[in-house]
């Protein structure tokens, strides 16, 4: 991070700015210093106090060499000291706490960085708190971390619009989360590692599909897609702005949209995508004939499976004039059941409870409709059976007519139509 490390190219240089004379004890303290010798440099600033208990800038490097050494109590006293002495406290607290996120030893260092911000003047406060908030961000303090990069946002430094839109998002502050990713999109420079208009689209699509945002999904669509179509439009051969913008779409019932996408792109998962569309679309034909084509998506099976039997059901007539057309609605529903499976291990298998309980709701429909047209089929064996009898009696009745009188032209067509002679003795 470019403004930490500004900062803490000086530490060296300050920790040499605390001499109060040169003599060879305090050379030696310099020298373990520099060589990260800290509890030898501790032990020699504590002999030289020893007989210069006034040294101010002494009993500041010594309360920056505990805090190194992980002693903050005796750090602080020391500092204290330090600051009756009438030595600024700010970099005695401020050096060992940048030292310490530079060694990314980020717990070890918010506790200092914390009282440097409270003791900085003005115009060291904007780097004290963006080195605090990193070390906190750093140590998943995201809620702290957002409270003090707050105040210092104005600025436009990326690296605080970045930590701060992270840490409002992992704290579940979307719209806050939002708000500075989409400023940082629009610097000049940003983050390197980090795509702010990727994380923009994805994080608004996040937010909108929330369940728990169904009430402003209205509100939240909009400028969502909006950020997923200017994502698919800079990395049109990547899937999953694709794949985000057409989530986004459905949502919205922009059914239109979202098979138009298919179509441009027919590759898997688009199949899935068409029959989705084309059910919302009152096109359960094409719904099918898409279906089966996803069922040979890697890993779209199941929703693939779903579609197409919802597909197959939706295209049930209500009225059968013939036995025939039974039969073929019941080829349809079977198959509807063959590529469900059981309704129980068929939901099991979803991730979501309404997924799993629309996936048993349509297995227990398909089932009724089963049902259903098992009894269309029986009502169609009886009334044939009843009509075949109807027809044998008259034909029987014909037959002993025409031994004593000739039939009618209306009688012998009935008797060549329906085959009386099959009923002859």
């Not at 020391?78 to 600051?83: C, T």
């Not at 800079?234 to 899937?239: F, K, V, Y």
């Not at 059914?255 to 138009?260: F, I």
């Not at 890697?298 to 209500?318: D, K, M, N, Y």
């Amino acid at each position: 991070m470019r403004s930490v490390l500004l900062v803490l190219c000086g530490v060296s240089l300050l920790w040499a700015a605390t001499v109060a004379a040169a003599s060879p004890a305090y050379d030696q303290v310099r020298a373990d210093l520099d060589a990260g010798r800290y509890a030898e440099a501790a032990s020699g600033l504590e002999a030289i106090l020893a007989e210069q208990p006034e040294w101010g800038s002494g009993w500041r490097s010594l309360g920056q060499v505990q805090y190194l050494l992980g002693e903050p109590e005796e750090a602080h006293a020391s500092l204290q000291k330090a600051a009756s002495l009438d030595v600024d406290p700010w970099s005695g607290y401020f050096m060992p706490g940048a030292q310490l996120f530079r060694q990314r030893k980020y717990a070890e260092a918010v506790e200092p960085l914390r009282r440097a911000l409270e003791l900085a003047p003005a115009g060291r406060k904007a780097s004290t708190a963006k080195t605090l908030g990193y070390a906190l961000f750093k140590v998943e303090r995201y809620g702290e971390a957002a409270d003090v990069l707050k105040p210092v946002e104005a600025g436009q430094d990326p690296q605080v619009l970045y930590h701060l839109a992270e840490s409002l998002r992992r704290r579940g502050d979307y719209d806050g989360a939002l708000s500075r990713v989409r400023r940082l999109a629009a610097l000049p420079t940003g983050v390197a590692g980090f795509d702010a208009a990727r994380a923009s689209a994805r994080w608004a699509a996040y937010q909108a599909l929330l369940p728990e945002n169904a009430g402003r999904r209205s509100e939240l669509l909009p400028a969502a897609i909006v950020d997923a179509k200017a994502w698919n439009a800079r990395d049109e051969g990547d899937g999953e702005s694709r794949s985000t913008l057409v989530k986004l779409l459905a949502a919205a019932e922009r059914w239109d949209e979202v098979a138009g996408i298919a179509l441009s792109r027919p590759e898997c998962p688009a199949p899935l995508w068409l029959a989705r569309a084309r059910m919302a679309q009152g096109r359960p034909v094409e719904a099918e004939a898409a279906a089966t084509t996803a069922l040979d998506c890697e890993g779209e099976a199941s929703a693939a499976s779903f579609e197409l039997a919802r597909a197959l059901a939706v295209q049930l007539a209500g009225d059968y004039e013939t036995a025939e057309a039974v039969h073929v609605d019941r080829e349809r529903v079977a198959r509807a059941l063959e590529v469900l499976g059981d309704g129980e291990s068929a939901g099991a298998r979803e991730n979501s409870a309404p997924r799993a309980d629309a996936v048993r709701d349509l297995v227990a429909d398909l089932r009724a409709a089963d049902r259903n047209l098992r009894e269309r089929l029986d009502r169609f064996d009886r009334d044939r059976a009843e009509r075949l009898r109807e027809i044998r009696e008259r034909c029987l009745a014909l037959r002993w007519k025409a031994r004593n009188s000739p039939l009618t032209e209306d009688e012998e067509l009935f008797v060549e139509d329906n085959r009386c002679r099959r009923f002859d003795p």
